[in-house]
């Protein structure tokens, strides 16, 4: 169980819809009851309401799905907006039965509301698949005002029919009046992924930022950036958000702080070993605008402030090194099952790795470790030792890093129960853990040294 994240009892948190309203974040989203599996039994729209992303509001189904032989036997994801005083949701009407019937099995769909709580169904036109994309690839819409001509512009995840493999593309609609609904062919098409998912656009002072969601390469959130809303649309050096354990995320903003609403999935059988799933908990990232106007992510701050006061570790200052092989540091022996350790972190020039071990064993060793490849500029989970290979299928989860020479890197490690989130200078890295070997974190160096500052550690949420 977790004691931070979200994840309502006895089911599994999918993809999220947010919108702030109110003074609050609505976070509609899936739940899905794993029912013999992900996606067992059909299901609509649940919300949950919160402020601070630590305290949340169970309104249970709010968007409810039709009947077993209805267009939208299931809701599938799409975007809450306002306009013209009211409510509105473009959703994705999936019936999984259709495609034996010669239908297509997603359409776009709308409903309306008064107070974001009770929809009314819309009986507007849907928008169906256009000729050339797979009708059965065909969902997430997300939709915004175009302030430069005041349309409504809608842009979906979708890729082309035909053998190709590698045609997802987001394309876009525009309209008047949520009604009349003009096809503007591809937005962004670039033939790097099988399927766009989850859609999303922002703007951030003179940037534009193109969210999507893709399973075909990393399996995670990228992103691309334009001073125009038209394009081009071009890549930083790092164009995630996260990794593979952290996906279908969508932003929303309270007007000063914009953050990302993702989850993280469980694995098949909780077996470390095995493949990740659908569905999971939710996670919450702040976004953070750098200077080159790429983006960090960080912890929102009403997560930071809900923990318990905070106590120094080791007296807060830690040195570890060795020449040659790997020298290492126990800095809590009980960590316990909610935590969140931060410190600075230097690390010498020539050194190999740095690794931040966690539930580890102190008799046998055996544990987790977040570990910064310092040479190769990358952090990576995994489990250790990983013997006898392989405990854990660990791809994707590896983020790469711009470490500076001499510098001092801000870590903040939080883990709540089978999840840890480690944010290294605006790069973060989420990973589930399965096992519990044991409850220590230990600082390690491989062919050199480190050294940690300001070390402190919060245990549980404050009363």
């Known amino acids: 169980m977790h004691q931070l994240h979200y994840q309502p009892d006895g089911v599994w948190f999918g993809d999220c819809m947010p919108i702030h309203a109110n003074g609050e974040f609505y976070l509609f989203h899936q739940r899905d009851t794993?029912?013999?599996?992900?996606?067992?039994?059909?299901?609509?729209?649940?919300?949950?309401?919160?402020?601070?992303?630590?305290?949340?509001?169970?309104?249970?189904?709010?968007?409810?799905?039709?009947?077993?032989?209805?267009?939208?036997?299931?809701?599938?994801?799409?975007?809450?907006?306002?306009?013209?005083?009211?409510?509105?949701?473009?959703y994705t009407g999936y019936n999984r039965d259709y495609p034996a019937q010669g239908k297509p099995s997603q359409v776009l769909m709308l409903a309306e509301s008064d107070d974001l709580v009770r929809w009314t169904k819309s009986d507007r036109k849907l928008v169906p698949p256009q000729p050339g994309y797979d009708p059965n690839d065909?969902?997430?819409?997300?939709?915004?005002?175009?302030?430069?001509?005041?349309?409504?512009?809608?842009?979906?995840?979708?890729?082309?029919?035909?053998?190709?493999?590698?045609?997802?593309?987001?394309?876009?609609?525009?309209?008047?009046?949520?009604?009349?609904?003009?096809?503007?062919?591809?937005?962004?098409?670039?033939?790097?992924?099988?399927?766009?998912?989850?859609?999303?656009l922002f703007q951030l002072g003179d940037w534009w930022y193109?969210?999507?969601?893709?399973?075909?390469?990393?399996?995670?959130?990228?992103?691309?950036?334009?001073?125009?809303?038209?394009?081009?649309?071009?890549?930083p050096v790092d164009d995630a958000f996260d990794g593979r354990a952290y996906y279908a995320a969508r932003s929303a903003s309270d007007g000063e702080h914009r953050y990302l609403f993702g989850w993280v999935p469980t694995k098949e059988r909780n077996d470390d070993a095995a493949r990740f799933e659908w569905g999971g908990t939710l996670v919450v990232h702040e976004v953070l605008q750098r200077a080159d106007g790429s983006l960090a992510v960080g912890i929102p701050k009403g997560i930071r402030e809900a923990f318990a006061p905070a106590e120094p570790v080791a007296g807060g200052q830690v040195s570890v090194a060795a020449a040659d092989g790997v020298a290492e540091q126990v800095l809590i022996e009980d960590a316990g099952e909610l935590f969140h350790l931060s410190f600075g972190l230097r690390i010498r020039p020539g050194t190999r790795s740095v690794s931040i071990r966690l539930r580890e064993d102190l008799v046998t060793g055996q544990?987790?470790?977040?570990?910064?490849?310092?040479?190769?500029?990358?952090?990576?989970?995994?489990?250790?030792?990983?013997?006898?290979?392989?405990?854990?299928?660990?791809?994707?989860l590896d983020r790469p890093l711009s470490l500076e020479a001499g510098a001092t890197h801000r870590i903040d490690l939080i883990v709540d129960g089978s999840i840890a989130t480690l944010y290294l200078d605006g790069v973060a890295l989420n990973a589930r853990m399965n096992m519990v070997p044991g409850q220590a974190i230990v600082l390690s160096t491989v062919d050199g040294g480190a050294e940690i500052v300001d070390a402190a550690v919060t245990r549980g949420l404050a009363a």
């Open 34 to 90: 794993r029912n013999p599996g992900p996606f067992g039994e059909p299901f609509g729209w649940a919300l949950a309401t919160t402020r601070d992303f630590v305290t949340y509001t169970d309104h249970g189904e709010s968007l409810e799905r039709g009947a077993d032989d209805a267009q939208d036997q299931f809701v599938f994801a799409g975007s809450v907006f306002e306009a013209d005083g009211r409510f509105y949701a473009m």
């Open 138 to 200: 065909w969902r997430d819409p997300f939709v915004l005002r175009n302030p430069e001509t005041s349309e409504y512009l809608m842009i979906l995840g979708s890729r082309k029919v035909g053998e190709r493999v590698l045609t997802g593309s987001t394309v876009a609609f525009t309209s008047p009046d949520l009604e009349n609904w003009t096809f503007q062919g591809d937005f962004w098409a670039p033939g790097l992924y099988s399927m766009h998912e989850m859609p999303d």
């Open 210 to 235: 193109l969210l999507t969601t893709e399973y075909s390469d990393k399996s995670k959130t990228v992103y691309r950036m334009s001073r125009d809303l038209a394009g081009p649309w071009s890549a």
């Open 367 to 396: 544990g987790y470790e977040f570990r910064v490849d310092a040479g190769e500029q990358r952090l990576v989970f995994d489990r250790r030792p990983n013997y006898p290979w392989y405990q854990y299928d660990n791809r994707g």
